[in-house]
């Protein structure tokens, strides 16, 4: 059996193909600008003598369903489906599902109006997920289809973590409150830890770090999420690429009432123009650490504050928790970039966080521990797989009884 996971934009579809059996990537790729006089389409997989093959092609997709029409061409093309009843079912990642959805859904005219209610919380990502389901409904007729949300692993948090302290009724009547992003990401990171830590993740404490363009930490007690650091939107919170995180509130009152700036230009401002590459002119975590290494100041400063944050994070979540098992990096700057995670984690002795340099530093693509043996917190390094966990949260939830 296969599992096809699809994460569909306004614009695009990537997707994946699974084999359930042994989780084996058969394919994976994008089917992008739709809409768009020249399209997208890039289609990767492994071929029978085991070589990676690519296809490419740019002629215009003028619609979601159009470009899965010509994914099932190319996955029967290169006989990878001989049948859509092959296909066991599909993942869809959704950014927000509000307060709905706790774990994976089984997709039917609930789920979408439910999806549908939380397009104002996420008006960039939802409608476009709601196009791609559309569009796979109609294509996979009689195929399960699975929403998989990055809000539902925190949803486990208590009032005091997600709401904010602002008037009552914004919360009741308008549900703004604290969600959190990543959440496949923390989950996927949280049960791999837990194996190699060899305990249930029942029985886990942990503090896991997503560091990639978007950044978010999670404080995780006996498995589940009591805490994180994005909120209403994936702004709030940790240093990114372009996000600046944690502002103080007053900073946009300023900018309205003294900068006479829009809606659009704080949005803009905010969401695209902050970061890193608000601090130092880089969004790129590779480039902001070669300058560092040239001596050039405002890199400097980019990583001073990136590293500040997540130590203020991890020291708050090391208060929330009590007892931590362990800390797991994760995300493109997470599992690569050694010197954030040195920093991150420089003078914590005390709090019984000690990294081991050499292995800190030795550049590596596996899960691995970086902490020193007498570390009595144990650091993790995990390389995120969000699609392989949407996969297997699929199955779990469409495994016939008895498997
Ligand atoms: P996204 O959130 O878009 O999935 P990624 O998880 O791929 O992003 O993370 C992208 C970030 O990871 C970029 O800032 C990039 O510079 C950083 N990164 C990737 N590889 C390295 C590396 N070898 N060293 C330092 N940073 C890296």
Redesign the pocket.
Known sequence: MKILVLNSGSSSIKYRLFRVEDWLVLAGGIVGRIGEPQGEFRFNWTDAVGLARTIQADEPIPSHQEGLGRLIYALRAQGLLAEVAEIAAIGHRVVHGGDHFSAPALIDERVIAAIESCVPLAPLHNPGHLAGIAAARAAFPSVPQVAVFDTAFHQTMPPESFRYAIPEWLYTQHAIRRYGFHGTSHQYVARRAAGLLGKPLERCNLITLHL???ASAAAIRAGRCVDTSMGLTPLEGLVM?TRGGDVDPGVIIHLVRHLGLDIEAIDQLLNRQSGLLGLCGA?????I?ERVETGDDRAELALAVTCQRLKKYVGAYLAELGRVDAIVFT???GE??ARVRACACADLGHLGIVLDGSLNALPSKEERCISAQASPIVVLVIPTDEELEIAQQTWRLVLPHGN
């Open positions: 990639g363009n978007g690429g969004n790129d975590m590779r480039e650490l995300g493109g700057i690569n970039a």
